[in-house]
């Protein structure tokens, strides 16, 4: 992480993966390096699927998460319109992941962004997602 990481919006706050609002938040940090936005997360018993395993949704949540943020930190918002993901493998609880988010195209109010979750004690790829993002004009009107 880097000091100088931008403040979370107000907006924010009440997000279940980054929200510092949020009690039953995920409470994940996400901050730019270079044209990256990371964070990072640690499964615990409460994220659990089944047998030691993280919920898939979990793991869905933190990709749309780590990819929509490479737009907020950007200064912009912006909503999920599609979204594609590849489970490699199953996040075991207690299992530290590095969260990385990326813009792959930008064309108008379009974001094409891709994500992974990568074990950070081998860098392998856990789930990988694809997605398009519309982004708010600064109006927020949607027409």
């Not at 979370?8 to 609002?21: E, I, T």
């Amino acid at each position: 992480m880097t000091a100088d990481k931008p403040a979370l919006r107000s907006a924010s706050n009440g997000c279940f993966v980054c929200g510092p609002g949020n009690p039953i938040g995920l409470g994940v940090t996400f901050f730019m390096d270079d044209a990256v936005c990371r964070g990072e997360f640690v499964p615990g018993p409460e994220h659990m699927g089944y047998d030691q395993v993280t919920h898939g949704g979990i793991v869905f949540s933190l990709l749309d998460d780590v990819m929509a943020n490479w737009i907020w930190l950007q200064g912009e918002q912006c909503f999920t319109a599609r979204a594609d993901i590849r489970y490699r493998a199953e996040l075991r609880i207690g299992t530290p992941v590095r969260l990385e988010g990326r813009c792959v195209k930008r064309k108008g109010r379009l974001a094409q962004m891709s994500g992974e979750v990568v074990r950070i004690a081998d860098d392998f790829v856990i789930a990988q997602a694809s997605a398009s993002f519309m982004i708010v004009p600064p109006d927020g009107e949607l027409s």
